[in-house]
């Protein structure tokens, strides 16, 4: 468990979120499972579960007590009644599963403590309410649980002994029949948790920290890298492709000075940025006015996005992704003529004079000479950085895996980057800074 999961904080408003799915909405039987560590005592606060207002009663949710070490759960069955089944106690030091199991048929609920069960009630002959809201993970109400969390799973049957005891033994090779949501956070970057049970009812994560921090990329502070690749771009026909985390997406200051640039050519069209305004996305073009389109979500600090600013025609379109998943999209379709670039270089961390320093790293840019699809983002966002769609790629630069001292370079054009500004760039463990 220590090298996946996330960690959550109350003081950060950590949320991690399922949308909503017929799929998860089971109320005959049920088994339902989670990983979690605490490094707090004084707290109540939900673990697992859909009950998300103090008016707004769920299905279910697995709780970890107040003042103590104690866990308990919470179901709500179909006529309108609520009860509460107590859980073991557990170390808040040490990975514990938690969960329990249901059957309608039998009348049975069982409580679930590290492959074992705690404590077995009967006489509940009635199903669950429907699930009629989103499923949350490490939060309850507004109750946020303080602590790691790995390793969420959900059955549409009552797993036996024998599987609960293997699960214990076995988190991340669980059984496969009747699962119907696993999440074992083990993607360690980005804002996506991915749902392995084939029914994608992927997990988003809001102000949460990995566990694991293996990914590597370009950090730059003030500094900035120019690449001669001499492209040749249309400007009403092509596709920019960063990867990266911003440290400081609310920097402040002046224009100059305050923009977060990713990647831009020799001028400023079709350039990945972030101003100092609020903590967007921007993508830009230019038909004799500036055309500006914004990410309709706010960036998280040190997360690793996937921006891609496409152009077709009098169309821009803005995407934000992450392992594998599209979070969100924006655009405009009142392009004119924007004319083109001729033997242009290329920008990464800064524009030519240094300014609009980027604070972040950069983990991948990619340029193409044609609109790319939604489905290529999704395949460049889930690791695709290092395999990305060849048709139209006319720039590929990758920071991901290199080391101090190694060469930069355009990987299709074969230009060297060269370090501008102060100080220059540095290849370092990114850091993962939370927003409050």
Not at 59 to 64: L, M, S, T
Not at 380 to 406: M, Q, R, V, Y
Request: aromatic share 12%; hydrophobic share 35%; glycine share 8%.
């Amino acid at each position: 468990m220590m090298h996946r999961g996330i960690f959550v904080c109350k003081y950060r408003n950590s949320n991690v979120k399922v949308p909503y799915s017929d799929t998860l909405n089971v109320t005959d039987k049920l088994s339902v499972f989670i990983w979690a560590k605490k490094t707090t005592k004084e707290q109540s606060a939900g673990l697992m579960g859909t009950l998300h207002s103090y008016k707004e009663e769920g299905q279910f949710d697995i709780i970890a007590g107040w003042n103590s070490t104690f866990s308990f759960v919470e179901l709500f069955f179909e006529d309108d009644t609520k009860v509460k089944f107590d859980n073991a106690v557990w170390d808040e030091l040490e990975w514990t599963m938690i969960g329990f199991t249901f059957n309608s048929e039998t009348g049975i609920v069982r409580t679930i403590t590290n492959g074992e069960i705690y404590e077995e009630y009967s006489g509940y002959n009635k199903r669950l309410h429907p699930m009629e809201s989103d499923l949350y993970i490490g939060s309850r109400r507004f109750d946020t649980f303080t602590g790691w969390i790995c390793n969420a799973l959900i059955y549409n049957r009552e797993l036996t002994e024998g599987e609960i005891r293997q699960l214990y033994k076995e988190p991340f090779n669980p059984p496969r029949d009747g699962l119907i949501l696993w999440i074992p956070f083990s993607e360690n970057m980005g804002v996506i948790a991915k749902d392995y049970s084939c029914n994608n009812n992927h997990a988003r994560l809001y102000n949460c920290k990995w566990v694991s921090r293996a990914r590597r990329g370009m950090y730059f502070d003030n500094g900035g890298i120019k690449f001669d690749s001499g492209l040749n771009i249309d400007c009403n026909y092509c596709s920019v492709v960063a990867v990266f985390a911003i440290e400081t997406p609310k920097k402040g200051g002046d224009t100059l000075n305050g923009r977060n640039c990713i990647i831009r050519p020799e001028n400023e069209m079709l350039m990945l940025f972030n101003n100092p305004d609020d903590k967007k996305l921007r993508f830009t073009n230019y038909d004799g006015a500036w055309k500006e389109v914004a990410s309709n979500i706010e960036l998280e600090a040190g997360q690793i996005y996937i921006g891609a600013g496409i152009v077709n025609g009098n169309e821009e379109h803005l995407y934000l992704a992450s392992n594998g998943v599209i979070i969100d999209h924006n655009y405009r379709d009142d392009l004119g003529d924007c004319g083109e670039y001729t033997d242009t270089a290329i920008f990464v961390g800064s524009r030519n004079d240094g300014k609009y320093a980027l604070h972040g790293e950069v983990l991948a840019v990619m340029i193409y000479d044609r609109p790319i699809t939604e489905s290529e983002i999704e395949q460049i966002s889930d690791l695709g950085w290092f395999n990305p769609p060849c048709n139209g790629l006319i720039s590929w630069i990758l920071f991901d895996g290199l080391k101090e001292g190694d060469e930069v370079k355009d990987l299709i054009t074969g230009a060297i980057g060269e370090p501008i500004g102060t100080p220059k760039f540095v290849i370092r463990k990114p850091k993962r800074v939370l927003t409050r």
